[in-house]
């Protein structure tokens, strides 16, 4: 027996009673089960993730203010990371997801890199002549447009236009920070090379594909469920559920308590909601998050339409999705 160990032996067996074993039980890393300092088990989902609430009006404020003084080497890094503000956390949105906002300025680009996290953008405002290139794939960016940048994907962005451009991020990093497989890679070229430029790609849905007409108008509207339209992105991204609800003026949408997080980006009109015990009125480029285990209710003051990300299929693939009755 090595020396070590026989003297743990020594320490163990020199115990009178079980005040005097908890320390020294403790020193060899083992806890006592039965009197562990916190449950491990509990009856329902806990969150320490609060429902919140990101004005973009206040965002662009400060992306515009910061963009005053921040040169191009950094604009890949202009954004603002929409943080949950719980214990010493300073970049999830919630506990799977980060949500950003982005602007570049006219002549700038975020340069090449890949990483595993899985990233999509969603445009809020851009002129013709910013785009992304996605492994060689030019994919423009216009107002209203969703890009897909799976994980793995060597991916930039440009901005070739005469006007800022400005979008969310959203990225699974506090996933994979969870699961930790986390690689990233920047690129060696500093302008990552076109090689097509198709005018149709599975990582891009374009905004007229998803601005379809609202199903009803005024009165009747409040009496038909929302429009819900799947995004046909899973097979890309494994991680996230991506979709685009079409709300009519005065129209009311109830998201019943479940084990999913969830974003809400406002791509068109206004409204009020009810996330958790928090109200907020949102409207265009707002990003709204709920974490698990939280009901919500939206009501629209306008024909308004809100892209979702939740992380559904990851819970689903585990077995983990529930919802409350
Ligand atoms: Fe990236």
Redesign the pocket.
Known sequence: MNKSLSMAMDSLSSAKNLDDLYPLIDQQFFTAGWHKKRASLWPSPRTEFRPMHWSYELGKLALDQAGQWMDTELAERRNLLLFNPVGDNDYDTVRTLVAAFQMIKPGEYAKP?K?TPN?LRFVLEAQPGAFSVVDGVLLPMRAGDILL?PGGSM?SHYNESESCAYWIDILDVPLVHLLEPMFFEPSHEAIQAVESTPSEHPYWFKVEELSKAWPMAGEAAQEVPIDTQILDSQSHILTQCLSYHHMNKMQSWDIAKSTVSRLFCIAEGSGSAQLGGVQVEWKFGDVLALPSWHAAQFKAHQNSRIFEVNDFPVLDKLGLYRQAL
Do not use: C, E, G, N
Request: charged share 0%.
């Open positions: 890199h990483h990233a940048t991916h």
